[in-house]
């Protein structure tokens, strides 16, 4: 998750074999947190002398686990019992696949609009995109997305099409388009093509025709058919109840893993960081712990790095708790409601 890159750093210690092992990047911290001077932890200037390149190669693999535990166990708080999601998931097909005729009367970029309402925390997923076409070539699809009236090209893919008959585009890696920007403004998404160079769509309708899936879907966007002369001037285009011969074999998921960077955003006492840095060497010293070079590598007792352990361990359980009780839902993700029962509010790093 990139908004928790450089959140700590490993070490900005110098010391020579420091400097063979750790790129500069590691040594990056945004927070000003370094994993080994976390109070009471594994430190660098303690092990420099022994064995220096397998902590430096044991911290990374450390870092990168505590802001995986970091993510599911901060999302899991928030889906407590009192809570529960605000969306039903989706999956289905968005346009349907019936046609009788070809349409007429297009202009020069037809397709399918997606307008996204502003829901922090959910994704579209889409797995394939099909066209229904009148001619038999390869179709050059442009996805577009739009905050703002700024366009901006997502992605550029080529579909073989059969006349008058149902051919798919799939991705080898689906492709995932989030809602809402980094300030909470809607995405539209606009898959097209140009049907002065490739001719004029078939007249399947957009929606799924999917009984409750339908409904689930209308509470996530409204799908409709457009067309335009200036590609730029797609999101002023009158909609229509054509989907202009796409269908899309779609998901959408809300909870993700995008309400950690809107914590981040509150998070003015650097808990987040914090709550990693503690999580890094209380996993860091477990890996330690199963070591047979635990004494000559750490110069330390198995008991007290067992205490130590289980201090860095509650230590980062309770910054998840405290930020999961003290940053408003609201202002966190749109995807779970629940009761607001308050509990933590003293100040903690």
Same mark, same amino acid.
């Given at each position: 998750m990139e908004c928790l890159d450089n959140i700590i750093g490993i070490s900005r210690t110098e010391c020579e074999c420091l400097?063979?092992?750790?790129?500069?990047?590691?040594? &990056?911290?945004?927070?000003?947190?370094y994993l080994d001077e976390v109070e009471?932890? /594994?430190? +660098?200037t303690a092990l420099e002398k022994i064995d220096c390149q397998t902590f430096v190669d044991k911290a990374k693999q450390a870092i990168k686990r505590a802001k995986d535990m970091f993510i599911e166990q901060i999302i899991a708080a928030y889906q407590t019992t009192d809570s529960r999601k605000a969306y039903e998931d989706f999956s289905g097909r968005i346009g349907k696949t019936a046609h009788l005729k070809t349409l007429t009367g297009l202009k020069q970029f037809a397709g399918l609009k997606l307008a996204l309402n502003p829901i922090r925390g959910a994704k579209l997923v889409i797995k394939q995109i099909g066209l229904?076409?009148?001619?038999?070539?390869?179709?050059?699809?442009?996805? /577009?997305?739009?905050?703002?009236?700024?366009? $901006?090209?997502?992605?550029?893919? =080529?579909?073989? =099409?059969?006349?008058? +008959?149902?051919?798919v585009y799939s991705f080898d890696k689906a492709l $995932?388009?989030?809602?809402?920007?980094?300030?909470?403004?809607?995405? $539209?998404? @606009?898959? &097209?093509? !140009? =049907?002065? =160079?490739?001719?004029?769509?078939?007249? !399947?309708?957009?929606?799924?025709?999917?009984?409750r899936m339908?409904?689930?879907?209308?509470?996530?966007?409204?799908?409709?058919?457009?067309?335009?002369?200036?590609?730029?001037? /797609?999101?002023?285009?009158?909609?229509?109840?054509?989907?202009?011969? @796409? @269908?899309?074999?779609? $998901?959408?998921?809300c909870v993700t893993k995008s309400m950690v960077c809107n914590i981040l955003k509150l998070d003015d006492s650097n808990t987040v960081a914090h709550a990693i840095a503690y999580k890094s060497q209380e996993l860091l010293i477990e890996d330690l712990l199963s070591s047979p070079n635990i004494n000559r590598f750490t110069m330390m007792s198995k008991e007290h790095l067992y205490g130590t352990r289980n201090h860095f361990r509650k230590e980062f359980e309770d910054r998840i708790v405290w930020?999961?009780?003290?940053?408003?839902?609201?202002? &966190?993700?749109?995807?779970?409601?629940?009761?607001?029962n308050r509990i +933590?509010?003293?100040?903690?790093?």
């Open positions: 400097a063979a092992d750790i790129s500069a990047d590691d040594q &990056v911290s945004i927070s000003g947190i009471g932890g /594994l430190k +660098m229904i076409i009148s001619r038999e070539q390869d179709v050059e699809v442009s996805i /577009l997305k739009f905050t703002d009236d700024s366009a $901006e090209l997502v992605d550029t893919i =080529t579909i073989p =099409t059969i006349a008058n +008959m149902r051919s $995932e388009l989030p809602f809402t920007s980094s300030s909470g403004e809607a995405h $539209e998404y @606009f898959v &097209v093509y !140009n =049907t002065i =160079t490739h001719g004029n769509p078939r007249d !399947n309708k957009a929606g799924c025709n999917c009984g339908d409904r689930i879907l209308r509470s996530y966007l409204k799908a409709e058919g457009v067309s335009s002369s200036d590609i730029e001037a /797609l999101p002023l285009a009158k909609g229509s109840d054509n989907a202009n011969g @796409f @269908f899309l074999d779609a $998901e959408i998921a930020l999961s009780q003290t940053k408003p839902l609201a202002q &966190v993700s749109d995807c779970i409601v629940c009761h607001d +933590m509010k003293t100040l903690i790093r």
